[in-house]
């Protein structure tokens, strides 16, 4: 799934290509992709309207319109947005597309059909999103944003020491910070050398004040470099480059880069989890409480073979890049005539 790096990413592509674009009409051709109205009480609504500002708010982009509403787009695990001209070739994943004043069309790709857009009222104070009937705001229960002014080591000490629990399932809970998920929670633990079974209790301030820096930097360093392409992810400008920098995640097997002992892999509330176990070391006196989960680990203790490990791997991105290749392709070719 998209995370704040890659959806700041084609927040900003966006911008680029329609702010300031007038929206002539909306189909939907599968209703629940719409989180708040059905197919023809969204396209009523959209008609007319400016798009004034786009922007995100944890793994989601916001879309400010005239007249006061905020669209939310939700990529989810395959969710892609293009903006083609109107006459581009028809692709039987897009589900939602918005005609433009201008004669082009923003479409929302979504294989698996997971993707979720949702049409809000935005306050006039506040500027969120607010939920229609009860008045809450949209995002009221998600974290800060990682990267925001206001996360200073301080405050990330505070509400670090507000929680119980693991470090890797604590990094992905947006309550507590908003649009870090599993591949940057990964990168920033093995950056701090912390490892990811780690009660959060248990950090001295040194290690608080490592994981923050951690953490903001590898999501300022994936921003820059448009995010990772190691999926589904695309966006409108083009795929990202981060995955050729990150370290451990879906490296299982390779050597770690600072101590070349092999990447584990196990698994954390239902989420595949790597990590150097020389580096990031879990304190003795936490062992015997993750024994579970770490005898399950790859490459097992005696030795997987980590040629198939890293095989398999490359056959999941080869896989990933043909769909991503495939899908720029269907919206940039020429129509037949």
Known sequence: MPELPEVETVARDLRGLILGTGIVDARCDWPRTLRTHPPDAFAAALRGRTIEGIGRRA?????????????????????????????????????????????????FRDIRKFGRVG????????????VEGSGAAVFGGHGPEPLGDGLTVSRFRELLRARHGRLKPLLMDQTFLAGIGNIYADEALWRARLHPLRGAASLRPDEERRLHAAIREILGEAVERRGSSVDDYTAPGGDGTMQERLQV??????????????IRRIVVSGRATHFCSWCQRLPVQQQAGAAAILDRMTPARNGAPARDLRTRTERTRSAAATRRDAARAGVSRPVST
């Open 59 to 107: 793994k989601e982009l916001l879309v400010e319109l005239s007249g006061g509403l905020i669209m939310t787009i939700h990529l989810k695990m395959t969710g892609q947005l293009f903006v083609t001209p109107s006459d581009a070739p028809a692709d039987g994943h897009v589900h939602l597309v918005l005609d433009l004043a201008d004669g082009r069309q923003l479409r």
């Open 119 to 130: 049409l809000y009222r935005r306050d006039e104070a506040t500027g969120e999103a607010l």
């Open 249 to 262: 995640y879906q490296r299982t097997g390779e050597p770690c880069p600072r101590c070349a002992r092999p």
